[in-house]
Each structure stands twice: as C-alpha cells, then as structure tokens.
C-alpha cells in the first residue's frame, strides 16, 4: 500500500510539473488535528483523540513565501478537511488544513493542496541579493537590510566568496523567492521576512557529501 502511494504520487508529481503547484497529504486520523504547510515543511497541531498514523506527503513545489491563494480538495476519509488559514505574511506563509473524524476509531484520510506559484521574474520588477561560497557541512545566510551574516555549521567551514545587494531587503513582508544557482546540497530558505523576526530573510545549505563544495544563490524580492 505504501510502495503504490509513492508510485501515484511520483506519477502526479510529474504531471503536474507543467500546470499549478500541488501538495498531496494522507493519514490515518482519529478525533482531530490541524496540518501546517509551510514552504516545504509540514508540522500537525493534535487537537483531540489519537495522534495521526501512518503519515504520507508530498510536495510538486514549495509552498511560495508571497501571498498565494491555495484550493483545498478532499480526496479521501469519512469526515471534515477544511482550510483554517490561507498563506500570509501574517502567519509567515503558512496553509493550515483541520480534519475532524467524529466517528468512533480512526480512518484514512487524504487531501491536495494546489495553488499558482508562478512569478514571472522576468516581467516583474525585482531586487537581487547575490551569495556565492564554499561550504563544507552546511551554513545558514542571515539577510537584513543591505546586511548579512554566515553562519557555520562544522565541517572545514565557510568561506565567503562574493556577496552583493541591488536593494537593501525592505523591512515589509515583500514576497521573495530563492534560486539555488550552483552547489549539489540542499539550498533552502528556512525563513521568509516577517515583523516576528525584525524583516530577516534566512537561507540555509546543506551539503552532506565528502568535503566542500561551491555554491551560490539569489535572493529576489518584489520592489
């Protein structure tokens, strides 16, 4: 059952590569709980009754850090899936998805998420913020301002290699969107602008292969 879940799901990915952005949830849920979908991260909120079982999802893309509006359909289980909250810079871009079994035991449940996370970089008018390094384990970029500190994660360390600002990042809850640019880790941003965290834009790398590597990426906003 799990094996053909993945299969489904590898298929879906691929076919809606080409159309809008998709997250797709399963569980076994018993009394209730609250799905939070943020970027590529999924947290559950219990409510009531037994834990969620036998949890499954995956992610066509990341969930976008700019306002987007998502579409909930319910695709499986024999009570409520509802939509709590839309992303916004108020809950930092966060979709929160509430099942409700009020029936007795557990059941399966399964939903998808879908939304339009295009962003025409090039019609839309855009700063930058450029970073290129040598990183060894892993480092995590901190941006504020026209300002930015690295931080190190072990390893050999992190050498800076160039750093460079169109605009200082505004200190507003600006949609952003990261490209990874070079480098065979993971290039992911851990957390978008926000009032709660003085308008710090945090993008972390992860590289766990044998020694360093090169990497570079670019931080976008909207002017």
Do not use: C
Not at 45 to 57: F, M, R, V
């Amino acid at each position: 059952m799990r094996r053909a879940f993945f299969f489904l799901l590898a298929v879906w990915v691929a076919v809606s590569a080409t159309a809008e952005d998709r997250f797709r949830w399963k569980g076994r849920v018993d009394g209730a709980d609250e799905i939070l979908i943020q970027g590529r991260s999924v947290r559950i909120h219990h409510l009531e009754a037994k834990p969620i079982q036998e949890q499954d999802y995956r992610f066509s893309a990341s969930l976008p850090n700019w306002d987007v509006e998502v579409e909930l359909e319910k695709i499986e289980g024999r009570g409520r899936v509802r939509l709590m909250e839309q992303p916004s810079a108020r809950n930092e871009y966060t979709a929160v998805v509430r099942i409700e079994d009020d029936k007795g035991g557990d059941d399966d449940y399964e939903f998808e998420l879908a939304w339009d996370g295009a962003w025409d970089e090039d019609s839309a008018k855009a700063d930058i913020f450029r970073w290129e390094g040598r990183v060894d384990i892993g480092a995590e970029i901190e941006i504020r301002g026209d300002h930015h500190e690295v931080k190190d994660m072990g390893g050999r360390g992190t050498r800076e290699l160039r750093a460079q600002f169109d605009a200082p990042l505004p200190e507003t809850g600006v949609p952003i969107s990261l490209k990874k640019v070079d480098g065979r880790g993971d290039v992911e941003l851990v957390q978008a602008p926000s009032a709660s965290n003085r308008y710090t834009a945090i993008v972390r790398i992860k590289d766990d292969k044998g020694g360093a590597d090169n990497y570079a990426f670019e931080l976008r906003w909207r002017r």
